[in-house]
């Protein structure tokens, strides 16, 4: 019998590729740890401090709630990922994990490259400069892909051409697309795994890689380590974090004037006077969608 924590709905998965985009994959290679390991982990630190948590539910809401982290770092898990290098970049962002990538410098690139369907061009976010909005009709899109596929096939051409003709593989690489598909072994701690879920699952976050994130958490996460997810969608990504101003203006909503909400959405720098009317600006908006999930009714006052 062994003594290694295990979980057999994620040991039931080991090796299984779920597809991500057109190409894409990810599947898990190795893990440690599991819920019992979060749990025995904060039991050892907190020492008799946990006689009050009655189970191991509420010791993990517990931690997630109030952010004691170290305890979820006592989980690892190690994927093989098959990404587009353009998704890869913003992946590789991510410096809290261990990383060893396909290497075109020694092998020959993967012959792969992300295609877009013609109803999944996006239109630049006008309040957003990083981000997209809505999609093009589906006829530029057509458009759009047949020009997409042309540029793939011509570079594939030249890259193989200069392979051919001997060029070093290091400087034939050199033209290929973002697009191309790039594989890498990625380990990292739960922790940081949840960092980077909440992050990239994200409304605001780029599709393609909200897209294995979303893979990441409902295939792999949640199987591996069930209460620590349930914890995360309930204290993370179902939650709504106030700042101290917010929680001031939310308190004059309810007992204040309107001039004292209008000086102090001013002096938060949550909105600016233009012509005699109340502008917000970013802050100012996400405060208001934050009222609104509230159900708070609220009405920019007159500058």
Known sequence: MSLRPSNSALDAILGTSFKVLDDGFVRVVDYMGSDDSVVQAARVSYGTGTKHIRNDRGLIRFLMRHRHTTPFEMCEIKLHVRVPMDTW????????????????????????????????????????????????????????????ARLHSISRAVYKRRLDVGVAREQARKDLPLSTYTEAYWKID?????????????????HEIRSYANVISSEIVARWCPLVWESFLEYRIGSLGLSKTE?????????????????????????????????PNREGREF????????????????
């Open 89 to 148: 970049r913003q992946w590789i962002r991510h410096r809290t994990a261990s990383v060893n990538e396909y290497s075109t410098r020694y092998s020959v690139a993967i012959d792969s490259m992300a295609a877009t369907m013609v109803d999944q061009w996006r239109f630049q976010s006008s309040a957003n400069k990083q981000g997209s909005s809505g999609n093009l009709d589906e006829q530029t899109g057509a458009t759009l892909t047949r020009q997409e």
């Open 190 to 206: 739960l922790h940081n795994l949840l960092h980077f879920l909440d992050l990239r699952l994200h409304n605001a976050a780029q």
């Open 247 to 279: 929680c001031v203006i939310l308190r004059l909503l309810n007992m204040g004037t309107e001039k004292e909400i209008l000086d102090e959405l001013l002096k938060a720098g949550f909105a600016d006077v233009r012509e005699g009317r109340l502008v």
């Open 288 to 303: 208001a969608d934050k009222l609104a999930i509230l159900g708070v009714s609220f009405r920019w006052p007159s500058g």
